[in-house]
C-alpha cells in the first residue's frame, strides 16, 4: 500500500510558477513509476508528466513540454511537478499517482487526494 499526500497548490496569476510536491509513505516508493494528472470540472482526468522509478526518463503529454518538469527524490519519497508560464486553462486538480510504464489513468495503482491549482486571468 502507498499513501500519497499532495501539497503546493493554490492560486496564481496567469504567467506566474507553483511547485507541487507528492509525498509517499512507502519504504517501495522508489519501485513505482510515478505521474501527474489533472482533472478539470466536467473533464476527464489526465496524464501530464510521468518519471520513471530510477528517475532516470520522464514523460509529458506534448501540449505541456517545456512549462512542466517532472523530477523525483526518493531518499526523501518525493515527486515534484515545477509548473512555470501558468496559463487559465492549467485550472485543475492536480493528482499524483503511482504506477507502471505506460503511466496513463488505469495503470496507476495509488492516487492521492488532489490538490487544487487556479490560475487566473
Known amino acids: 500500500q502507498v499513501q500519497l499526500v499532495e501539497s503546493g497548490g493554490g492560486l496564481v496569476q496567469a504567467g506566474g510558477s507553483l511547485r507541487l510536491s507528492c509525498a509517499a509513505s512507502a519504504r517501495t516508493f522508489s519501485t513505482y513509476a510515478m505521474g501527474w494528472f489533472r482533472q478539470a470540472p466536467g473533464k476527464e482526468r489526465e496524464f501530464i508528466a510521468g518519471?520513471?522509478?530510477?528517475?532516470?526518463?520522464?514523460y509529458y503529454t506534448d501540449s505541456l513540454k517545456g512549462r512542466f518538469t517532472i523530477s523525483r527524490d526518493n531518499a526523501k519519497n518525493m515527486v515534484f511537478l515545477q509548473m512555470n508560464r501558468l496559463k487559465p486553462e492549467d485550472t485543475a486538480v492536480y493528482y499524483c499517482g503511482a504506477g507502471i510504464i505506460p503511466l496513463s489513468v488505469r495503470n496507476i495503482n495509488y492516487w492521492g487526494q488532489g490538490t487544487q491549482v487556479t490560475v487566473s486571468s
Open positions: 518519471i520513471a522509478w530510477s528517475g532516470s526518463r520522464t
